[in-house]
């Protein structure tokens, strides 16, 4: 347990679960896409959806999407913000089966019509946890740097990948592994100790029946992904 664990983030409040934790989540559906999002459909279930608007989470979710961290000063504001920016966004209520009280499903779409869907509770302290993408279940914080790997679900896939995070000598924290079905599209989620380099997800991009990869750096002023996808 660190301090932040005992005093909670630092933050514009009135809730570390309803307000930090909704802020990141909107941060990291920013991030994963991967570019600026011009439209998004956000989803409150349980208590986000209860106490939500009291709380600030809309805001905060919508002040994510815009690139907000939690001790931004702007989120009170984040609707005049996002109306400033030209985003395309409603917020509607949703009913999820086996989700904590404090999930959120964010739809997001970029100016060229690529689309994400993310599904994220916020589990207190500002803490998030990223439980599916784009449909398929995921167990993620963004506390470590983080490869979302979508490949072909083929031999010798896996191993292709880490082989090549050891060749470059990047230490594989946490990993899991999801798919929808044998032989369709299968998606890796790989936490690593080390950042990387864009010439290195460059060269992950590239690795046979590999068809994109997202990085999240955990260690950017504000959070940070890049997209690269076989066209």
């Not at 690139?67 to 996002?82: H, I, N, Q, S, V």
Request: charged residues 25%; proline residues 3%.
């Amino acid at each position: 347990m660190d301090i932040f664990d005992i005093l909670g983030p630092v933050m514009v409040g009135p809730s570390s679960s309803h307000t930090a934790g909704a802020a990141r989540i909107g941060n990291m559906a920013r991030a994963l896409l991967g570019a600026v999002p011009v439209k998004a459909r956000i989803h409150l279930h349980g208590s986000f959806a209860e106490t939500g608007a009291g709380h600030g989470t809309d805001r905060a979710l919508l002040g994510g999407l815009l690139g907000m961290k939690p001790d931004d000063l702007r989120l009170p504001f984040a609707f005049e913000e996002a109306d400033r920016a030209g985003l395309d966004y409603t917020i509607d209520t949703i009913e999820l089966r086996e989700a904590h009280p404090n999930t959120a499903v964010i739809e997001v779409w970029d100016k060229s019509g690529r689309r994400l869907q993310l599904q994220a509770s916020s589990l207190g302290g500002g803490r998030i946890m990223v439980d599916e993408l784009d449909g398929i279940g995921v167990s993620f914080s963004g506390e470590y740097h983080t490869l979302v790997v979508r490949n072909r679900d083929a031999f010798g896939a896996v191993a292709s990948v880490t082989g090549q995070l050891s060749r470059i000598r990047i230490n594989v924290a946490n990993m899991s592994l999801c798919r929808h079905k044998r032989g369709g599209d299968a998606l890796m989620v790989i936490e690593t100790d080390q950042r990387l380099r864009p010439a290195q997800v460059d060269a992950l991009r590239r690795i046979e029946g590999v068809l994109s990869v997202t990085y999240y750096d955990k260690e950017e002023d504000e959070y940070a992904a890049f997209d690269a996808m076989d066209c």
